[in-house]
């Protein structure tokens, strides 16, 4: 850098002082220097857009600056540009208060430690909180400057832990060390005229970080072994054990264990068992130490491959050391017919060490006949004999011993996957050796990359770390690699529910699938109905999964108290009474002044008769009768419908739209549960939701074409025991594909039409008819059409397929009365509110506008019809219904005179 070279400094106003003093030293230089503070930005402005990133450029970091909206605004785009310039030089610099008298005091300006970076995350997550509250009274005219606003500090609230561990890696320079020797140190380092030999400033780096000793009480990155080494030659007995590490007995075990090698109940899912209020988002703690990302940033980090990176596996926040935490939970009453669920990491309060020990601790015996004795190759037999001692030593205590056994298996067979996979689990869970462990599943991928207990595993190392990017990262490879993985899906909701306050959304929907494939897991359907009540606005549906909570665990510490809220905010005191009471009995440290006051104070019965503006205007808001819970104050209704319930459970193919659907609705509100089936996910998702919010309704969604028959027995033999019993089957999948003469038909079409019309009913119903027939007790209805009663030109194939499900439908009948089974159809003419006719013509609008001209008949028409059939007496079977509109006579005969009975409503 010459003389007459002109540098940039970059600073927060409230530092000005500093960078004056800085700019008068380089000036005196002969250097040209342009300072530029946040102050002196244009309202839209940022320092990204202000700066040449080819000048050499200075920014003094301050906690000032990393407290300001301008100054960081863009702030880690800017560090990541100027990281690649040979001419950025980041100096950091005391931060300053003013004081209530206007005097100024020093705030030293850190982000080394945990502790730091989780200071600044919490100041922007209570910044962008706070302007989410404030959000509701902006007046329309500022929403959009305000929005703007909100998007900035939401985005800097994202990035500021990346941006610390960004700077943290660069060569920084303290200021504090610049001034004892008169900058000499940043004269030799801008190269300028007359610089010293010695001098050079100090600069920190994360190596210089992760050679710090680490203290316990700051959680400080603690100094971690290289573990990204090209030797993947099997971890020695001798690198894993020694004497401090051996248990003393099972107790011990534990105590200790971060990640559980034994199996847990649902119980031991509460894990963060702090008393949740609705609406409350809470800020991160000390225990949280991960940044807050967009999910789409996340997907560019990459996974593992074939080519395993292990500095993937452990980055800096996997050196953490875990903050130190203690988990009180309330006993809760498990259902025992409940099945065992794999575990997930829980915290622990002793400290992470994943240094290598030097010297093993075995027994004499284990030694001579495990390690000393063996110096030819054994039998598979004897190798199965070996990791069942193995697996029995661990078991009973003896970590260590059985450790060395799987040792000594792997150095005679290094190719044998299971048991580097079960030495692993044992370094992981039982040793604490984080990375021995990480080695061994990186040997087993570069072996079977679609090893996915070895992702799973790999993702809880991650997560112990508090590393919650890259363990979701891990689980959703694990999910990519088996979609049925067990609590996979659970564990991902936990990490976007609590890490992520803008994924509430994405986490409802991972604890919405762990639950359809585990219905009976407690505390995903208590967390879902958390993320429904206080961040989705869902509040029936909430109510039925608050219900399911306390169904599955009549003891749950939590859930009544939340079902009690949730009636308060919905003006049923009578219910919030009920469940405050049930939710005191449960967990006696709810019971308060407070709370006794507000659930069972006297003027409830009075306030539960009126409506919520009556009842503020006679001073009885809740707002007043609650006030430690003002949030519970915003518009709700003033009471909730009252559906009918019954445990009939219905199953509907083809539920995404017409008939399917109308009939889903029907049956949902007379109180039935229901599963439903349907190629379109999405749609499933919306119907299930509107049911569930609307009737309360138990609904089970099943995503599958009925066309496929493998999938079809797959997912019905795999229906859980809540849901297999099927008492009433609605045969309504199915569709027309094309209008032409035989002699011009599509031959897709007309295999569609088959596979779907035939087929998919006939596979349906035999995958699902033969559990009727061993109850004894069922009814199945079959959609067919007057195709299938009379013919019409173009209709040759469709009308076939109709009138198979006519004989189809007479002959089950035949087969299935004796063993008190009904079987009845519906052939309905024309259908509106279908998607029918524009199947028919492959989404041509114009061609499938065939109703313009008369009233034909509606889909709710026919659901009508197919509930009527469903719900007559045990011993009234009705055979057949059909039905068309009074302007329809025969399939081509349709008296096409308009609308006529459009807006008549029926007398």
Not at 109 to 137: A, C, G, P
Request: glycine fraction near 4%; include cysteine.
């Amino acid at each position: 850098m010459t003389a007459n070279d002109r540098l940039s400094i970059l600073y927060c106003s409230d530092n000005k002082q500093v960078a004056i003093e800085l700019k008068d030293f380089l000036t005196e230089k002969g250097i040209q220097v342009a300072s530029l503070s946040e102050q002196e930005l244009d309202d839209e402005a940022t320092f990204l857009s202000n700066i040449d990133p080819t000048r050499p450029t200075i920014i003094l970091y301050s906690d000032n600056f990393f407290k300001s909206k301008k100054c960081m605004n863009d702030g880690l785009l800017l560090l990541q540009e100027l990281r690649a310039s040979l001419d950025f030089l980041p100096i950091v610099i005391d931060g300053v208060n003013t004081k209530s008298d206007g005097s100024l005091v020093t705030v030293p300006t850190e982000f080394k430690r945990v502790s730091n970076v989780i200071h600044y995350m919490n100041h922007w997550q209570d910044q962008y909180l706070e302007l989410r509250k404030q959000k509701r009274t902006v007046p329309s005219a500022e929403e959009e400057s305000f929005d703007k606003h909100l998007d900035i500090i939401k985005r800097i609230s994202g990035e500021i832990g990346e941006f610390l561990r960004l700077l943290r890696d660069s060569n920084y320079a303290e200021y504090n060390e610049l001034q004892p020797n008169n900058f000499e140190g940043l004269v030799r380092r801008l190269g300028l005229p007359n610089s010293p030999k010695t001098g050079d400033i100090e600069t920190h780096s994360s190596s210089n970080i992760l050679n710090e000793t680490p203290t316990k009480t700051d959680s400080e990155i603690a100094d971690t072994p290289n573990i990204n080494e090209s030797d993947q030659k099997i971890v020695s007995i001798s690198d894993v054990l020694d004497e401090d590490s051996k248990p003393k007995d099972k107790s011990e075990l534990n105590e200790t264990n971060l990640i559980e090698e034994t199996h847990v109940s649902d119980a031991d899912d509460f894990n963060e068992p702090t008393l949740q209020e609705p609406s409350i988002e809470h800020k991160i703690d000390d225990e949280n130490i991960n940044e807050i990302h967009k999910i789409e940033e996340e997907t560019s980090r990459p996974l593992a491959t074939s080519n395993f990176d292990l500095n993937a596996i452990l980055n800096n926040e996997a050196e953490l050391n875990p903050i130190e935490e203690t988990i009180h939970i309330i006993p809760s009453k498990i259902n025992e017919d409940e099945p065992e669920q794999e575990e997930i990491i829980e915290e622990s309060t002793q400290e992470i060490n994943i240094e290598v020990p030097n010297e093993p601790i075995l027994s004499t015996k284990v030694k001579e006949e495990t390690i000393g004795k063996n110096e030819g190759e054994e039998t598979d037999i004897q190798i199965t004999e070996k990791a069942d001692q193995a697996k029995n030593l661990i078991a009973s205590g003896l970590v260590k011993e059985g450790a060395a056994i799987y040792v000594d298996i792997l150095e005679q067979q290094p190719d044998n996957l299971t048991i580097r996979y079960k030495y692993a689990e044992v370094l992981a869970k039982r040793l604490h050796n984080y990375a021995g462990a990480t080695k061994e599943l990186s040997t087993i991928l570069n072996e079977n990359d679609q090893h996915a207990d070895s992702y799973h595993l790999l993702a809880d190392i991650a997560q112990t770390h508090k590393d919650f990017i890259l363990a979701k990262n891990y689980y959703e490879k694990t999910l990519t690699i088996d979609p049925k993985y067990p609590k996979v899906h659970y564990k991902i909701g936990r990490i976007l529910s609590s890490q992520f306050p803008d994924q509430k959304g994405l986490a409802a929907k991972y604890f919405k699938q762990q639950i359809k494939l585990n219905p009976r897991h407690v505390d995903s359907h208590y967390q879902y109905a958390v993320l429904l009540n206080e961040h989705l606005g869902k509040y029936s549906k909430a109510i039925s999964h608050f219900k399911k909570t306390l169904k599955l665990n009549p003891l749950h510490p939590f859930a009544a108290y939340d079902l009690a809220l949730l009636y308060h905010k919905l003006y049923e005191p009578s219910k919030a009474a009920h469940y405050y009471q049930k939710a005191v009995k449960n967990n006696p440290e709810l019971k308060t002044p407070q709370n006794e006051a507000v659930f069972l104070k006297p003027n409830m019965n009075e306030l539960s008769r009126m409506t919520p503006l009556e009842a503020f205007e006679k001073g009885l808001h809740f707002d007043e009768t609650k006030p430690q819970l003002n949030h519970l104050t915003e518009t709700a209704p003033s009471s909730t419908t009252e559906y009918p319930k019954n445990e009939i459970t219905v199953f509907i193919t083809g539920a995404t739209s017409g008939i399917g659907l109308a009939t889903a609705r029907l049956f949902a509100e007379k109180g039935y549960r229901l599963i439903l089936t349907g190629r379109r996910e999405d749609r499933l998702d919306e119907i299930q939701e509107e049911l569930e919010d609307k009737y309360n309704t138990e609904t089970n969604i099943l995503n599958f074409d009925v066309r496929d028959q493998d999938t079809v027995f797959d997912v019905i033999q795999g229906l859980d025991k809540e849901w297999e019993n099927i008492d009433i089957l609605i045969n309504n999948a199915g569709l027309a594909k094309g209008f032409a003469p035989i002699h011009e038909g599509d031959l897709e079409h007309w295999e569609t039409m088959i596979d779907t019309n035939l087929k998919g009913l006939l596979y349906i119903t035999r995958a699902i008819a033969p559990k009727m027939v061993k109850r004894k007790k069922g009814h199945i209805i079959n959609l067919c059409s007057t195709a299938g009663i009379e013919v019409y030109p173009n209709g040759n194939v469709y009308c076939a397929t109709k009138f198979g499900v006519d004989a189809l439908t007479k002959s089950m009948r035949l087969d299935l009365y004796k063993y008190g089974i009904q079987v009845s159809q519906v052939s309905p003419a024309h259908v509106e509110e279908t998607e029918f006719a524009l199947v028919r013509f492959d989404g041509d609008q114009k061609r499938s506008k065939i109703y313009n001209d008369f009233n034909p008949l509606t889909s709710s028409d026919v659901a009508d019809a197919i509930y009527y059939i469903a719900t007559r007496p045990k011993h009234v079977q009705i055979r057949d219904i059909v039905l068309s509109g009074q302007q329809q006579a025969t399939s081509t005969d349709v008296h096409r005179s308009g609308r006529i009975y459009d807006g008549i409503k029926d007398e």
